[in-house]
């Protein structure tokens, strides 16, 4: 999977893990496989799919983050948006 950052890290917090950074297209990817049983929504293998692409260069780090957002939400996962790195 590739490695490609998201321009803004998202933090998620889920009842079982806790809490997690998500920097990566590869760390997107592992999440979503990881987590796919419990949260088998539309958006879900959507975002799947969009990690998928960016090996295969069809698809931007940008767009991996705003369908793991989209995911994360259809599954009721809080995101911290208020977090700035860069």
């Not at 969009?50 to 009721?76: D, N, R, Y």
Request: proline residues 5%; hydrophobic residues 45%.
């Amino acid at each position: 999977m590739n490695s490609q950052n998201f321009r803004v890290p998202l933090v998620i917090y889920d009842g079982r893990t806790g809490f997690s950074l998500i920097s990566l297209v590869s760390q997107a990817a592992d999440f979503l496989f990881a987590h796919w049983g419990e949260h088998d929504t539309p958006a879900w293998p959507d975002a799947m799919n969009c990690c998928s692409s960016v090996k295969l260069g069809t698809a931007t780090p940008e767009q991996v983050s705003s369908a793991f957002i989209a995911a994360m939400t259809g599954a009721g996962i809080r995101i911290d948006s208020t977090l700035r790195l860069y």
